[in-house]
């Protein structure tokens, strides 16, 4: 599986951006597609993940809101909404693959593309 993401860039406090993380490989490892970032500290967070087959989708507690994830079947990506930027909201962006439909910790996901950073000016 090779996943690449992209779509960052700076955008100011209040803004937004989506984020686009196109998948290629089989099918039975993307089960589940998560998004991660990490931090100028280095700290890496969850975002959120969607299950490939059904679309059901989970989003980090402290993102529901502000942030969405959905997929697009026919082109193979998985999107990444973020509305109401904030300057924490600053680091880059990962997109993650799990052949487990039932991925939920960051152990569990197997195929990582490089990120896109995105910065977020006060």
């Known amino acids: 599986v090779q996943l690449q993401a992209y779509g960052g860039g700076l955008v100011q406090s209040g803004g937004y951006l989506r984020l686009t993380c196109e998948i290629s490989?089989?099918?039975?490892?993307?089960?589940?597609v998560g998004w991660f970032r990490q931090t100028p500290e280095k700290i890496r967070e969850f975002v959120g993940r969607?299950?490939?087959?059904?679309?059901?989708?989970y989003h980090a507690d402290s993102l529901k809101g502000r942030f969405t994830i959905a997929r697009d079947n026919v082109e193979n990506m998985v999107l990444l909404q973020m509305n109401g930027l904030r300057p924490e909201d600053t680091a880059r962006y990962f997109c993650?693959?799990?052949?487990?439909?039932?991925?939920?910790?960051?152990?569990?996901?197997?195929?990582w593309g490089p990120g896109t950073l995105v910065t977020v000016s006060s």
């Open positions: 969607i299950k490939w087959t059904t679309g059901a989708t």
């Open positions: 993650a693959s799990s052949h487990s439909s039932a991925a939920s910790s960051e152990v569990d996901y197997v195929w």
């Open positions: 490989g089989r099918a039975d490892d993307r089960a589940t």
